[in-house]
């Protein structure tokens, strides 16, 4: 039972990356656009923060950060960083009508090559000798739990043990959630899903939803970039800690079948089983199971991908126009 | 005239078709802009003269013999995995599991090695070797085309997903196969033997690879373009209603063409692990089974156009190695300027699939 109660903490921790992904990826899904850069977003979302924390950090030198600010600015430097991506995203695929799998398969390339020469550079600027950067002062901000989570004892370490982005990755699930089936501007952005050119008919602005969708988006999957490298990691950037992180976050849009709120309770779910390795036991003649242990969160997406297709069921369709580009005079 | 006034300025229509040399020249500006954007972007992150960034490409791609025969050797690798995805493509079947795929197949090659390596004659073992590659890749084609073509899955995320159980699939056997224990890495098989290693051609250890390359180049145009197998790829990825119309089985043409799909990404895990490096690791794929796809799409699935692409990407890929030597700066500097000249081949086919027509009122309004 102790076991387990230390166990829930990790899985969620592991989560909320994930959550934040997958919930970017619904909106910018819900838009019709096939983001596959998503892994390149949350890269760029996460050094953008790194970089302005970095420089922010300096310009303190050995005395104490001003909390609001060590939080305020990697916030609005990742946030620049990830609607920069959103933006050239949808530029290609909206504007230009390019191939949705190729530009996102490019912003992949270069999100991550962003990401891993900055920090590679921040590590020459900061003659560290081990190849990464610690932002301890910046993680601390980022970290601060609430105040009388210590004295709940195991309701607070389950509950209250987690920095502001985790509760923040749970609301804005929940928020999406509600304004994509309850609001107009859901319904609407529905509508630019599923068929563009009946929202185009209906006076809807495709072309504004769509920006507007994956800008938003990216701006959530990058926060998950940052609560990585801030919260989860300790404030350490080292190059290509955050794996493939990004492409389980697509997957889960397809494990929860386009729904955000859903999306909370699955993320959990494999953060445990991204982690789940540590935890069976193998003995030390055989380290090599760990490896095939690992292979349990892509099994259960490809089994659960299975499955979907196979029930078919109406409401569990991805956007009809997924992957597809509109252009109004086509017939 | 208050219509006028809500008219847009630019209208866009389909192009039917384009004369060659414009849709070439749209692409060599793009590359041209492209290219100056990245010696800006170089500029002024590093400070680095960008000219001696491209002169240190070049020298890196072409600087020696050696380097030369590498950066064709690499670019025949990429340029198979293109060809073998480009199959899938032209049925607009996304895979994206190329990097599982040559992963299999390179673990069917090493596994023959390792455990029968020396037990029996060459001959047999590099027979044995060839087919269990082709078969694991073939397998590891076979199970998303089969859930796709019964149950209509998601090809893209069911191929990705491949790729990682195939990367911790290798991991196993390499931590089971280490040489020497505890190290994490199986190191030079059959060093001594060189039991299973594919045997030179003309003398020259490069020019297998490229070999290959060239016949299956010439196997995958024949093969789309004048076999009924081609035809009935090319229908279904028009229109699937269209084959069932005309009597093609669907079903089978999936799975048959991701069978040879997988089987020539298998192929290339053969040549990586048996002809190139000698030892199996999980990266040994590189991100290649990912940078296909970008190839196999801008060459707009032709076979001989991919030979042009590749090249962009190796060349780019190989001078970004040079540069982060050079120039003391990180390898994935190379990344980010292969990212924005992706960017640029990208958006340009808009302009090669689109006219843009600017409004002038003035002259309408004269008429």
Redesign the interface.
Known sequence: MLGFLAFIPRAVAQGIPLLFGCTGEIVTEKSGN?N?GLPGVMYVGAISGVIGSFFYENSVGSGSVNPALAILIPLACSIAGSVIMGL?YS??VV?????Q???G?????????????FG??LIKLSRADIPSISLSKTSACFRARLPFSDSTGWFGDLFLSYGFLAYTAIVVALIVAYVLKKTRIGLNLRAVGENPSTADAAGINVTKYKYTATCVGCVIAGLGGLYYVMDYACGIWS?DAFG?RG?LA??LV?FTLWKADLGILASILFGGLYILHLYIPTGMDH???K??Y??IP??V??VV??IT??R?RREDQ?PQSLGINY?R??R | MDNKAKEPLIH???RGQIPLYKAILIRIIAIVIALIVCAVITGLTTGINPLEVYSSIISGAFGSVRKTWITFQDLSILLIISLALTIAFRMRF?N?GGEGQVLMGGLGAAACMICLGERIPNAVLIILMIISSLVLGAIWGFIPAF?KAV????E???T???N??AT??V??????WEVPKGSGKIGIINQNSHAGWLPQLFGSKYLLPIVVAAAVTAFTYIYIKYTKHGYEIRVVGESPKTSVYVGINVKKVIIRTMILSGALCGLVGLILVAGINHTLTPTISDGRG??A??VS??AQFNPFAMIATSFIIVFMDRGAGEIATSFD????????L???I??FI??C??FV??EIHIRNHKKERER
């Open positions: 096939l596959l050239i530029f290609l504007t230009l009508r390019a191939n799998n190729v530009t398969l490019a912003m992949t390339t270069f999100g991550v090559g962003f990401g891993n020469f590679g550079s190059n493939d492409w697509i997957a397809i380290m090599e199971r490896e095939l690992k292979m892509y099994v997406t490809l991908l299975i297709s196979m078919n991805p252009f005079e086509e | 866009l229509t389909k996304w994206i859930c149950w209509n899955t998601n893209t995320l069911s990705l997903m491949m990682y159980i911790q699939i991991l196993y056997y390499t931590i089971l990912f940078t796809v970008l799409w801008m700066l990180n390898q994935s500097f190379g990344d980010i292969t990212g924005i992706l960017f990208i958006g086919e808009f699939n689109y």
